[in-house]
């Protein structure tokens, strides 16, 4: 670099500002957020950092080394005008051979599958702050079937009493002040009981549509919004990918506190500006 040349700035991209909430729903001083924020929305990294940490949880599964092989079957040998099939004793039944009717699978799924997928820490990071960026887009909200008003600035950052919130009733007032319940309203009318089928037969009946996710600044707080249908609410500290983008698809709408942007600003290494 010459030394005309003027010097780079600390940061490429501004720290975004948002107005912090109070409970009433009106807008009070303005803060700012952690750089993360300002990052470009990668949907392809999101994808891939979500599909992995669904694949680590995959419970291995395969069928039993003797599924097909529990017969007393016998070879009759060449030579006698028939297939080569084993067949029960003393019959033309043919049994075991992955070809005929209860014999073992010719393919099966084994235990020993690894199901784990790969993925950089650095690509990890990145979609994670990729996902945040995501959540200042109402564009992406209104995509993934949210319920968005109109004016409203994303991400919501509420003041710090919002996590004393115990109640489902004090949850309910304050997201009819900020015009968010009708999303709770799509995902309690969204959901449905699920078809017959493996899903169902293992206990997963119902299926809920996923609405506003509340971050935290520790677990344990505003826990009046759990029972909320389709809400979720995470602390700074455990908040992943997956949190922000539910099945890979970025732009949740997603309500933070005061106290857990700074504790969010914390575990991403950043210092205030």
Known sequence: MTPDAPALPEHATPHHRVHVVDLEGKPGATVSLPLAF???VRPDLIQRAVVAAQSHRRQPY????????RHSVEWSGKGRGVARTPRLMDSMTGAQAPNTVGGRPAHPPRVDRIW???????????????????????KLAAARGHEVPKGLHLPVVLVDPVE????AAEARNLLRQLELWPDIERA?????LRSSGRARRRGRVRRTPRSLLVVTSA?????????LAGVEVVSAQRLATEDLAPGGTAGRLTLFSHAAVESLRARLGEAAP
Do not use: D, M, W, Y
């Open 38 to 40: 300002s990052q470009p």
């Open 62 to 69: 395969g069928t039993s080394p003797t599924a097909g092989l």
């Open 188 to 192: 309690r009318v969204g959901t449905h």
């Open 219 to 227: 677990p344990g707080r505003a826990v009046g919004f759990r029972n």
């Open 116 to 138: 784990a997928k790969k993925i950089n820490r650095k690509e990890r990071q990145l979609a994670f702050r990729s996902a945040l960026a995501a959540t200042r887009e109402a």
């Open 164 to 167: 004393e919130i115990r109640t």
